[in-house]
Each structure stands twice: as structure tokens, then as C-alpha cells.
């Protein structure tokens, strides 16, 4: 959770069951911006994944895969 939110978080959490409803919103949030980061983590991995394997594959000879 970023700092900013983190800041409204912890105070609404002190404060009891009456901020519920913003501590949800907040989780909310930081759960999507997690998820996004976890699609684009992904994303990566499956790039690396697929040069491993070209690496791998053609390890005995001069590289001619370039990926991006």
C-alpha cells in the first residue's frame, strides 16, 4: 500500500468499526493496484521464460534471438 494511503489507513483503523467502510475502500483499491502489478510481473516472467529457453535451446551456438 502506498504510503499516502497507508497514512489514512492506519489512523481509520485506530478509530474503530465506524471507518469500516473507508478501510474497504482503501483495501479495494490497493488489492486491483496489486493485481495489475502482479499481470505485469507476469508478463515479464513469461518474456524471460521464453529467452531461457531460446538460451537454452541454443546455447552451443552464437545467440541470433534477440527478444525485447
Known amino acids: 500500500m502506498p504510503p499516502a494511503d497507508l497514512r489514512r489507513y492506519i489512523p481509520a483503523a485506530r478509530s474503530g468499526p465506524e471507518t469500516v467502510q473507508e478501510r ?37 551456438r552464437p545467440s541470433r534471438h534477440i527478444l525485447v
Open 24 to 60: 474497504h475502500a482503501l483495501l479495494k483499491v490497493h488489492e486491483a493496484r496489486v493485481r495489475d502489478q502482479m499481470r505485469e510481473l507476469q508478463r515479464s516472467l513469461d518474456v524471460i521464460t521464453a529467452e531461457v529457453q531460446i538460451y537454452g535451446r541454443d546455447r552451443d
